[in-house]
Nanobody
């Protein structure tokens, strides 16, 4: 079992940078794919970024490519989301998630592929 706790969300101005962190517990963290999702106000939770346990590549939604970077530290059991050039449309509650056994690219984009979720951290980008 994996427990996840996000941190780092806050109110920022458009164009600012912000790094979110997700701390995990559990001895098997290194074998889980990790993802970030966000839920804008009044909307559904959507995929943002993901990284496999092997770190062989990363996945991003088109709107954040070139601005966001996901990384993980399997020793510290953390996954981070570096966000640059923030826009008002990036506003939402950001959740990290852990998924076991993901093997196909399309699985990383689906919330149903992830087994464990954090409580979320609020990011608000003002214009």
């Amino acid at each position: 079992q994996v427990q996840l706790a996000e941190s780092g969300g806050r109110l920022v101005q458009a164009g600012d940078s912000l790094t979110l962190s997700c701390a995990a517990s559990g001895d098997t963290f290194r074998y889980y794919a990790m993802g970030w999702f966000r839920q804008p106000p009044g909307k559904e939770r959507d995929f943002v970024a993901a990284i496999p346990w092997s770190e062989e590549r990363t996945y991003y939604i088109d709107s954040v490519k070139g601005r966001f970077n996901i990384s993980r530290d399997n020793v510290k059991k953390t996954v981070s989301l570096q966000m640059n050039g923030l826009r008002p449309e990036d506003t939402g509650v950001y959740f990290c998630a852990a998924g076991w056994g993901l093997s196909h690219d399309n699985q990383y984009y689906s919330s149903s592929s992830y087994d464990y979720w954090g409580q979320g951290t609020q990011v608000t980008v003002s214009s």
